[in-house]
Antibody
Framework: EVQLLESGGGLVQPGGSLRLSCAASGFTFSSYAMSWVRQAPGKGLEWVSAISGSTGSTYYADSVKGRFTISRDNSKNTLYLQMNSLRAEDTAVYYC??????????????WGQGTLVTVSS | LPVLTQPPSASALLGASIKLTCTLSSEHSTYTIEWYQQRPGRSPQYIMKVKSDGSHSKGDGIPDRFMGSSSGADRYLTFSNLQSDDEAEYHC?????????????FGTGTKVTVL
């Protein structure tokens, strides 16, 4: 059974930093691209970033480019999102998602339960 | 970037059928899209992929009463025998590579109410 368990969310002041983690199990982690998708309160879904399984190539939405860094540790089956220079508009539930097609960005077949990040003074 | 347009809401009677629409921007009208269901307070769940030729492939455990189809730039999700459990937000999304940049875009979502 595929499981994705996010952690690391919380309350942070504007300009601050936070690191999210996602522990994956139930599939060959290194064979799949992984992404972070967020959802602001009462709003729709927004793709944030993706990382390939084998090459480690990374991709970012324009809204977070230069502030967020996605990474992964295939030996620990864990995905990370380092978030710096946080803004109020980054407030959202952040979901860890697995790609459904393999090592590219195709679609998201499994989602974690999400972790809430609140940016406020 | 591709733009996906969804009506904000839709409703139908219990036991009836409902057809949701996701419209691609014209220059991206041949793209494949995916449908996701998000029940209140829950994480999204993958439903299916719909191609421009109308073919579709479902995710694990998705019942037969969910079907996908296409017409031009429109991609549809139809589900029959509507149940109270189908009351949810339905999102469409698509992946793309433009000028070497990989990305994914979601529509604004359609809230389905079962009457």
């Amino acid at each position: 059974e595929v499981q994705l368990l996010e952690s690391g969310g919380g309350l942070v002041q504007p300009g601050g930093s936070l690191r999210l983690s996602c522990a994956a199990s139930g599939f060959t982690f290194s064979s799949y691209a992984m992404s972070w998708v967020r959802q602001a309160p009462g709003k729709g879904l927004e793709w944030v970033s993706a990382i390939s399984g084998s090459t480690g190539s990374t991709y970012y939405a324009d809204s977070v480019k230069g502030r967020f860094t996605i990474s992964r540790d295939n030996s620990k089956n864990t995905l990370y999102l380092q978030m710096n220079s946080l803004r109020a508009e980054d407030t959202a539930v952040y979901y860890c998602v697995k790609d459904g097609a393999g090592d590219g960005l195709a679609h998201f077949d499994y989602w974690g339960q999400g972790t809430l990040v609140t940016v406020s003074s | 970037l591709p733009v996906l347009t969804q009506p904000p809401s839709a409703s139908a009677l219990l036991g009836a059928s409902i057809k949701l629409t996701c419209t691609l921007s014209s220059e991206h009208s041949t793209y494949t899209i995916e449908w996701y269901q998000q029940r209140p307070g829950r994480s999204p769940q993958y439903i299916m992929k719909v191609k421009s030729d109308g073919s579709h492939s479902k995710g694990d455990g998705i019942p037969d009463r969910f079907m996908g189809s296409s017409s031009g730039a429109d991609r549809y999700l139809t589900f029959s025998n509507l149940q109270s459990d189908d009351e949810a937000e339905y999102h469409c999304g698509e992946s793309h590579t433009i000028d070497g940049q990989v990305g994914y875009v979601f529509g604004t979502g359609t809230k389905v109410t079962v009457l």
